[in-house]
């Protein structure tokens, strides 16, 4: 199952070319109010007893075709942006090499997810939006990455359940600034990654049951139509499971939470019209554009 946000900010169930709308049927149903969040949309999704109801409700509506609707971020406002930092070797060793960042290779596993750090829901733009490079940015490199998104509050999870906590799965582009700021610095991540338009987040979000093992994913980015990035997910450091295990024993993940779990090697620098296009296997397709600040 596919779930969207649409048009004027509508939540959607995507089916087969269509999209049926979704926020009558869940107020209908009792599980969220009239113009829920995207957040509150997955939490009634995931965890109230008539969504199954809500759902049927909503295949009865009026759909509007997929090819015709606008579609926006999945989650507009989500109640945290945990984002991987440095979570596949081969990245690691194209950082040092092009920003001398420094060797995390004999770093412990938890060593590595405490450098985890926030995103702003302010920096997310939807699919076929416009990264703007800012003026005061001479280095701007794109990042693309699997995201889980969390379906009901973790607290405590054990690694070997972690992914029951995940709703689905989405798209996240951590567009990043490497300079200034990015060599020599510490604790520079959240400005460096966090200018409005640096968080791509879509096409939509993919359910947890129709993705087998998210460490068996392909990673695939285009830049003005060259291959730049081939990567896989089995490559992580960290999987997702432990990722999960990790900040649910520090923090309560709530319904909405995304977790993006770091950008393998081949991240790129962008340039005033630039075209990006990703695909994660079994998620889907995502493009995006670049515009230096006017």
């Given at each position: 199952?596919?779930?969207?946000?649409?048009?004027?900010?509508?939540?959607?169930?995507?089916?087969?070319?269509?999209?049926?709308?979704?926020?009558?049927?869940?107020?209908?149903?009792?599980?969220?109010?009239?113009?829920?969040?995207?957040?509150?949309?997955?939490?009634?999704?995931?965890?109230?007893?008539?969504?199954?109801?809500?759902?049927?409700?909503?295949?009865?509506?009026?759909?509007?075709?997929?090819?015709?609707?606008?579609?926006?971020?999945?989650?507009?406002?989500?109640?945290?942006?945990?984002?991987?930092?440095?979570?596949?070797?081969?990245?690691?060793?194209?950082?040092?090499?092009?920003?001398?960042?420094?060797?995390?290779?004999?770093?412990?596993?938890?060593?590595?997810?405490?450098?985890?750090?926030?995103?702003?829901?302010?920096?997310?733009?939807?699919?076929?939006?416009?990264?703007?490079?800012?003026?005061?940015?001479?280095?701007?490199?794109?990042?693309?990455?699997?995201?889980?998104?969390?379906?009901?509050?973790?607290?405590?999870?054990?690694v070997a359940q972690a992914l029951d906590w995940v709703y689905g799965y989405t798209m996240c582009w951590d567009i990043s600034i490497r300079d200034p700021w990015g060599k020599g610095f510490h604790n520079t991540r959240n400005i460096r990654k966090g200018?409005?338009?640096?968080?791509?987040?879509?096409?939509?979000?993919?359910?947890?049951?129709?993705?087998?093992?998210?460490?068996?994913?392909?990673?695939?980015?285009?830049?003005?139509?060259?291959?730049?990035?081939?990567?896989?997910?089995?490559?992580?450091?960290?999987?997702?499971?432990?990722?999960?295990?990790?900040?649910?024993?520090?923090?309560?993940?709530?319904?909405?939470?995304?977790?993006?779990?770091?950008?393998?090697?081949?991240?790129?620098?962008?340039?005033?019209?630039?075209?990006?296009?990703?695909?994660?296997?079994?998620?889907?397709?995502?493009?995006?554009?670049?515009?230096?600040?006017?």
């Amino acid at each position: 199952m596919k779930i969207c946000c649409y048009d004027d900010g509508a939540p959607g169930l995507i089916e087969g070319g269509l999209i049926y709308p979704l926020s009558d049927a869940l107020a209908a149903a009792g599980a969220s109010r009239a113009g829920a969040t995207m957040a509150e949309v997955v939490d009634a999704l995931a965890n109230h007893p008539s969504a199954a109801t809500a759902l049927a409700s909503a295949r009865q509506e009026e759909p509007v075709a997929l090819a015709s609707a606008r579609l926006l971020a999945p989650l507009d406002h989500p109640p945290a942006i945990w984002a991987a930092a440095a979570n596949y070797r081969a990245h690691q060793a194209e950082m040092i090499e092009r920003v001398g960042g420094y060797d995390r290779s004999k770093l412990s596993s938890d060593d590595l997810m405490a450098e985890l750090f926030l995103k702003p829901a302010s920096s997310i733009i939807g699919p076929g939006g416009t990264v703007i490079l800012p003026k005061i940015a001479r280095h701007v490199d794109f990042e693309c990455e699997l995201c889980a998104v969390i379906g009901r509050p973790a607290r405590k999870v054990p690694v070997a359940q972690a992914l029951d906590w995940v709703y689905g799965y989405t798209m996240c582009w951590d567009i990043s600034i490497r300079d200034p700021w990015g060599k020599g610095f510490h604790n520079t991540r959240n400005i460096r990654k966090g200018f409005d338009t640096f968080c791509g987040l879509g096409p939509w979000i993919v359910t947890r049951d129709e993705i087998r093992e998210p460490q068996d994913l392909h990673i695939d980015v285009e830049q003005n139509g060259r291959n730049v990035m081939h990567a896989h997910t089995a490559d992580m450091i960290n999987g997702l499971r432990d990722l999960i295990r990790f900040l649910s024993a520090a923090l309560t993940l709530q319904p909405g939470t995304l977790i993006t779990t770091g950008t393998p090697a081949g991240v790129s620098k962008l340039a005033d019209g630039d075209h990006l296009k990703g695909t994660i296997e079994g998620i889907g397709t995502m493009d995006l554009k670049v515009a230096a600040e006017r």
